[in-house]
């Protein structure tokens, strides 16, 4: 295996991309954890200001991570309860690794990257959604400055007309969280209490490999 190259994708690799999320999703085994976007809906994240970055292992696409600039249906900034100008907000959106290639901390250089492309614009609200089943995936990116900050369900499909459940995670250049001091503990499948914590204005900022998450309570300055 040759040194991995970092790319930004463009239109002409929608195929790519596509194929990538396809090999990966079908390897899931919970589905509910993972959205599978059409080539329209990849097609439309570029065309809204967005971008791709693609991981090669020489010709062959093996990882990649998009960021996304949402439309008003889809900004996450209304599914918190504290404001957050949605003129400034930016998706992590999806990230794909093929299982081979997993373990390299492609996740968190994706994402390095991709933030650093977008670090003078107005974008100063990063947001994405996990599943609270998925703490691997989150554990990276609250270890990476994000925290949790609400409970909502998203992405209805035909087999859950309500949704999924979806953490909230935000990482903001403009707003800051003063901490109380009080702390809890709560498992990741204990989903009423963690709805009840960000009620009380808690919000995640670690979780360890089993699953259970560290709230602190906290004030908006």
Do not use: C, W
């Not at 970092?6 to 990966?24: A, P, Q, R």
């Not at 290639?101 to 609200?125: C, M, P, V, W």
């Amino acid at each position: 295996m040759k040194k991995l190259i970092f790319k930004f994708l463009e239109k002409e690799h929608i195929d790519e991309i596509y194929e990538l999320t396809s090999e990966v999703y079908r390897g899931i085994e919970n589905k509910e954890i993972f959205s599978h976007d059409s080539k329209s809906d990849l097609e439309h994240l570029i065309d809204n200001g967005g971008s791709f970055i693609g991981v090669y292992d020489e010709d062959k696409l093996v990882a990649y991570r998009s960021l996304k600039v949402p439309d008003k249906d889809d900004n996450l900034a209304y599914d918190v309860d504290f404001f957050i100008d949605p003129e400034k907000v930016i998706i992590n959106d999806t990230v794909v690794v093929l299982k081979e290639y997993r373990g390299r901390n492609l996740q968190n250089i994706t994402r390095e990257k991709l933030e650093e492309k977008y670090k003078d614009s107005k974008f100063t609200h990063k947001m994405s959604t996990i599943s609270p089943k998925n703490h691997r995936s989150y554990k990276n990116t609250l270890d990476s400055g994000y925290m949790l900050v609400a409970l909502k369900k998203k992405y209805p499909d035909e087999f859950s007309e309500e949704g999924y459940d979806r953490f909230i995670l935000l990482k903001s250049e403009d707003i800051n969280f003063d901490f109380t001091g009080e702390e809890i503990t709560i498992h990741s499948s204990e989903t009423d209490k963690l709805r009840e914590a960000f009620d009380s204005n808690y919000v995640g900022v670690a979780v360890d490999d089993h699953g259970n998450i560290l709230f602190k309570e906290a004030k908006i300055v």
